[in-house]
């Protein structure tokens, strides 16, 4: 049991062989996906801009009576079933952003 509780060792293990065209490979990709990563954010964050404009234009408009829909929170319901918090989320922020333009 002595031998299992001391972290010191008279010999290291050997670092594993570099294995330098594998290694530039696999740090590459990495980086790629990343970006890849950045860039999807980015483009989600522009629809979520453009989906609360769509909105705000669909509650001024009161285009849900074009599906005989009652209300807005009606078509709320109807087009985001799991959430409409997000949907609720992105028309405030476009709203107040077309608000704080003007």
Not at 2 to 11: K, Q
Not at 17 to 31: C, E, H, P, Y
Not at 38 to 67: H, I, M, P, S
Request: with cysteine.
């Amino acid at each position: 049991m002595i031998g299992l509780t001391s972290f010191i060792t008279r010999d290291p293990p050997m670092l594993p062989r570099l294995n330098r065209r594998r290694a530039q490979f696999v740090l590459t990709k990495i980086d790629e996906i990343l970006a890849w990563e950045q860039r999807k954010e980015a483009e989600k964050d522009t629809r979520f801009v453009e989906l609360g404009k769509y909105l705000c234009e669909v509650r001024a408009g009161q285009y849900w009576r074009l599906e005989n829909l009652k209300s807005f929170d009606e078509f709320l319901e109807r087009r985001f079933p799991e959430s409409r918090r997000k949907a609720g989320w992105a028309e405030i922020r476009k709203c107040n952003l077309v608000a704080e333009s003007r």
